[in-house]
């Protein structure tokens, strides 16, 4: 390596981020050689705090384009490989030694894709998570640059870029910072004129848009078109476009379609876990409880999917074991039923799923209401607001006072 060239620079663009800025460059200092900050017009502290960490700071005049402030970012980085984050992102545990570790081989990929674990609730201690592969890390090249003005992506040899467990944790979609922010608002307007053209990823972010917005049918069309254009070969949206084919057509209980793209993801990705789950409720929906119970062991069994695939860990943890739990009660099997369910609650004490199930199944049998009660008091997140519904739909919203 050239003496004055580095190995790995963190870019990023700022505006007004006080609120989360040092707990992400926290998580990255120790990971990259240089920090590259373009900052688009704080007024608040955003500074300042940058230049605790000994980050480069640059100005730059926004003009409502994402893709442009970041690859003037790029220009300003001296590393050989460039890391990509948000304010509101930050580097989770064990990260920082599997990136450098696979940035030390010679003949690796020209990128990675890194393990995104999106936070949606109102708080980030209650919130659920949703764990996708997202292109953050590759090799500083001019011909590395984004496209798009919002969603923007860096375009490179996708069929050359490599996985890694590195998790990076994002906290902008909690409820208060989607208010705050009004960035769903800011993106629909920066959508209509993206630069993107008819480019297969602008398709895949207005069908994600209208999943959000609750418009399934829009989106199906869109995922259908997405799909056509990328099943030959193993693009990396191209699994969890399938996922999502399926859950449009559940939403718009089309239940043959819905399971004819089950068998289509199933018999190419038989490890995607989430897959596996969508069939495990479609036997359940049909009263197929035997094979629902079978089918959601598979789910505990398959685990992870991995890296490089879109998924919800309560497919094969907390969710699983209640779909185990809830066939088990259709099936009569009340013993095994209640187990499961404890099971989930080990794994998620916050699974309203899991609490209200287990709540009903033992009132159901018989069970004193108080030692219902402080079973699930025992068992669960007294203070996650959906476990507070659960207390509130059997128990008439009994305090837990004096309850260990």
Not at 39 to 58: N, R, V, Y
Not at 245 to 259: G, P, T, V
Not at 377 to 392: G, S, Y
Request: glycine residues 6%; charged residues 30%.
């Amino acid at each position: 390596m050239d003496a004055n060239k580095l190995q790995l620079s963190l870019c990023m663009i700022v505006r007004d981020e006080e609120d989360f800025l040092a707990r992400c460059l926290t998580s990255a200092k120790d990971v990259v050689d240089e920090i590259i900050i373009v900052d688009t017009g704080s007024s608040d502290l955003t500074k300042e705090i940058a230049k605790e960490f000994s980050a480069q700071i640059h100005d730059f005049q926004w003009e409502d384009d994402f893709s442009a402030a970041r690859n003037f970012g790029l220009g300003k980085a001296r590393g050989e490989w460039i890391l990509v984050l948000d304010a509101d992102e930050q580097l989770e545990p064990g990260a920082g030694p599997l990136i450098r570790e696979a940035l030390a081989s010679d003949n690796g990929p020209c990128g990675f894709y890194l393990t995104f674990i999106d936070l949606q609730g109102e708080t980030e201690e209650t919130s659920a998570e949703q764990t996708f592969p997202i292109l953050r890390l590759f090799k500083n090249a001019t011909v590395h640059r984004f496209k798009g003005t919002v969603h923007e992506q860096v375009q490179l040899d996708y069929d050359s870029v490599g996985a890694l467990p590195a998790k990076i944790r994002h906290l902008g979609n909690l409820a208060p910072v989607l208010e705050k922010r009004r960035k769903r608002q800011r993106d629909a307007e920066l959508l209509k004129d993206s630069g993107w053209g008819d480019d297969v990823q602008h398709l895949w972010i207005l069908a994600n848009q209208d999943m959000n917005n609750r418009k399934p049918k829009a989106a199906l069309e869109k995922y259908l078109q997405v799909y056509e254009r990328l099943k030959e070969g193993e693009k990396t949206h191209l699994p969890n476009t399938v996922l999502q084919i399926i859950q449009c057509n559940r939403a718009l209980k089309r239940s043959a379609e819905r399971d004819r793209w089950i068998e289509i993801g199933l018999e190419r990705w038989p490890q995607y876990t989430d897959i596996e789950f969508l069939r495990a409720v479609s036997y359940f929906e049909a009263k197929a409880y035997r094979k629902a119970l079978q089918t959601f062991r598979s789910c505990i069994e398959l685990g992870n999917p991995g890296a490089r695939f879109a998924t919800q860990p309560g497919c094969w943890q907390w969710d699983a074991w209640t779909g185990v739990g809830v066939s088990h009660a259709h099936l009569r099997e009340y013993r095994q039923a209640v187990d499961a369910f404890l099971e989930a609650l080990k794994l998620n004490p916050r699974s309203a799923w899991a609490a209200d199930n287990l709540a009903k199944l033992l009132l159901s049998q018989g069970h004193d209401r108080g030692s219902v009660r402080n079973r699930l008091a025992r068992t669960t997140d007294r203070k996650a607001p959906e476990i507070k519904e659960v207390f509130k739909r059997y128990f008439g919203g009994a305090s837990f006072r004096g309850l260990r």
